[in-house]
């Protein structure tokens, strides 16, 4: 159980690295860049799933 926590926050972690990345590139590679954007998005969607389904499956026990 530990590590879902622990994967739920790496998720904000390479949405950060793909913000620097996209940032970087902005200049020299647009495509590159909106790419990076794209899997920014997709890392914070998954963070907000992610932690909405471990609360789901922490209290799935209390009913």
Known sequence: ?????FLQ???LVF???FSY???N???NDRNGAYI???FVA???FMFFFRKK???RFKDRGKL
Request: proline share 0%.
């Open 1 to 5: 159980m530990k590590i879902l926590q």
């Open 9 to 11: 926050y790496a998720y």
């Open 15 to 17: 949405a950060i690295l």
């Open 21 to 23: 990345d996209a940032i």
């Open 25 to 27: 590139k902005w200049n």
């Open 36 to 38: 990076s954007l794209l």
């Open 42 to 44: 997709l890392a914070v």
């Open 53 to 55: 389904f471990f609360k």
